[in-house]
């Protein structure tokens, strides 16, 4: 574990950016976001959770916790570039895969029984069954894609399911220290699979 760690200390980040664009900009989706540099202070947390997660006595939800908690400050820095906000909900009408070990751990923090049907199902229309007028009812316990997901032009295009910028996409695909912390989340899950969201919580 402590070989597959050490990617946490390998992250490169762009600090050469000469603009910023302020959060309450609506784009469209054909002009691109200038993204802000990420935080010295981020980079730093990110390295304390690395060594924090090689600490065996600690459970996988202890990790999980740490990882979520991890994300929350990192998702205060997405807020000043990223144009989500309280009340949209178009991301949650979409394929939400997440792992065993994440349903098991709604489950302990909710009482929502995870029960996995046999099948991983795909390109859903209904609403993640989480998803109670418009606001998230476990948003606290909420999965890890769900936490890394951002519009960075116009979240009418989300309504529109046209292709457009998207920020953390696919657990934080194309963000290095997102990226790794989604590699290990599935490391703990071991050999459990993932399914969609709607696969366990009916």
């Known amino acids: 574990m402590k070989k597959y760690l050490m990617g946490f200390f390998k992250s490169v980040f762009n600090k050469n950016v000469q603009e910023v664009i302020p959060a309450v900009a609506l784009l469209d989706k054909n002009t691109l976001r200038v993204l802000p540099p990420i935080p010295d202070s981020l980079v730093r947390e990110h390295a304390k959770l690395g060594f924090e997660l090689q600490n065996k006595s600690e459970s996988k939800f202890d990790k999980i916790r740490r990882i979520y908690d991890f994300l929350n400050l990192y998702n205060n820095f997405a807020r ?66 769900c936490r890394t997901l951002y519009t960075l032009d116009d979240p009418k295009y989300c309504e529109t ?32 699979g993932t399914a969609d969201i709607r696969d366990y919580f009916h």
């Open 161 to 192: 399911k046209e292709s457009h910028q998207l920020y953390g996409a696919s657990g934080g695909a194309g963000i290095k220290m997102i990226y790794v912390l989604k590699e290990f989340s599935e490391y703990m899950n071991g050999n459990n």
């Open 80 to 145: 000043t570039f990223t144009v989500c906000g309280k009340g949209c909900s178009a991301c949650c009408k979409v394929d939400v895969s997440i792992t065993k070990l994440e349903a098991i751990y709604i489950e302990k923090n909710t009482g929502r029984v995870a029960r996995r049907t046999k099948k991983h199902t795909r390109k859903h229309k209904s609403s993640c069954p989480f998803l109670v007028d418009n606001n998230c009812s476990v948003y606290d316990y909420r999965p890890f894609n």
